[in-house]
């Protein structure tokens, strides 16, 4: 079963208004998740490391307070697109890592977000 | 940084054949994982096959196996037995050992015929 869940799977919202983005990791403690853009037919952007307790890393380009990530709790992490825009329209992916064990990144479901 | 290239953007194969992905990486690191993912049209990444960089033994995983040539950085995916389930975009991923990043490659949509 699915180890990292995200929610919504879709969601079209108004020009202007903002949205949030849930990622949980459902049977261990992650510390550190990741938040990926991907436009139609091409690959995964890291967008943001989401640290637990402390501030997000984002990657160079990335604006920070377009894409506002908290990281609350040790299962959960949430990226709120805020004043979002139709250029922002695209297929957002979390993905997490167990502490321990198996190094792989388990990934969420991935959210539409469309802004229409 | 690190860069990744994926030098073939779609292959076809016959059911039941073999086909194999290609990949180039470029790190400086000396201990890394290297992953294949694959992403069907459900858009849910699924973990196909992970090498570990220290490992001199290619990872295979029942009909999937790849050739890793650390030197030349190069880690190739080959499916053997090609099913219809098999069509998707696959993604090569190295992952730098504590940074738990990944850098994807470009992908290569693999179309299983028939």
């Known amino acids: 079963g699915a180890v990292v869940s995200q929610h919504p799977s879709w969601v079209i919202c108004k020009s202007g208004t903002s949205v949030k983005i849930e990622c949980r990791s459902l049977d261990f403690q992650a510390t550190t998740m990741f938040w990926y853009r991907q436009f139609p037919k091409q690959s995964l952007m890291l967008m943001a490391t989401s640290n637990e307790g402390s501030k997000a890393t984002y990657e160079q380009g990335v604006e920070k307070d377009k894409f506002l990530i908290n990281h609350a709790s040790l299962t959960l992490s949430t990226l709120t697109v805020t004043s979002a825009h139709p250029e922002d329209s695209s297929f957002y992916i979390c993905s997490a890592r167990r502490p321990t064990g198996r190094p792989e990144a388990f990934f969420g479901q991935g959210t539409r977000l469309t802004v229409v | ?114």
């Open chain 2, 1 to 114: 940084a690190q860069t990744v290239t994926q030098s073939q953007p779609e292959m076809s194969v016959q059911e039941a054949e073999t086909v194999t992905l290609s990949c180039t990486y470029d790190t400086s690191e000396s201990d890394y994982y290297l992953f294949w993912y694959k992403q069907p049209p459900s858009r849910q990444m699924i973990l196909v096959i992970r090498q570990e960089a220290y490992k001199q033994q290619n990872a295979t995983e029942n009909r999937f196996s790849v050739n890793f040539q650390k030197a030349a950085k190069s880690f190739s995916l080959k499916i053997s037995d090609s099913q219809l389930g098999d069509a998707a975009m696959y993604f090569c991923a190295p992952s730098v050992q504590g940074a738990q990043k990944l850098v994807f490659g470009q992908g290569t949509r693999l179309t299983i015929n028939p």
